[in-house]
């Protein structure tokens, strides 16, 4: 499978581009990214972490029920390391449980071996046809 970049409307087009290639997004740290420390922001890693594990829900959901469509319902993110600037980032994410209406995820973004940032994501399910 070869790279595309995630869709990130909104907020998330502020973010980008991040790129996803199978299972694997990556992001890399520009200037407008950190903070006055000269480190990842951390509210720029907890929009990352949204977007991994939010492009991941929304393909589980789909292949559950085409056209289906996902709202979180939480995000939980556990600060582990900074990032520099420079670095790409690598961010995982996976179902570790699905209900019909319910998805439960897990993930964390890296740079290199270091960890970053690990988090936690449940998200509802909706049909195509309800709001």
Do not use: W
């Amino acid at each position: 499978m070869s790279s595309r970049q995630v869709e990130t409307s909104g907020f998330g087009a502020f973010a980008g581009p991040v790129l996803r290639d199978g299972g694997k997004f990556t992001f890399e740290i520009a200037a407008h990214h950190l903070n006055a420390d000269d480190r990842l922001h951390g509210g720029m890693m907890m929009t990352l972490a949204s977007i991994v594990l939010g492009d991941v829900a929304r393909e589980a959901a789909n292949e559950k029920q085409p056209g289906a469509r996902v709202n979180p319902l939480s995000l939980n993110c556990d600060f582990v390391s900074a990032g520099e600037k420079g670095e790409t980032i690598e961010g995982r994410a996976e179902v570790t449980r699905a209900t019909r209406t319910v998805l439960f995820i897990s993930g964390e973004l890296r740079a290199g071996s270091r960890i970053l940032m690990t988090a936690t994501g449940v998200y509802s399910i909706k049909a195509a046809e309800e709001k």
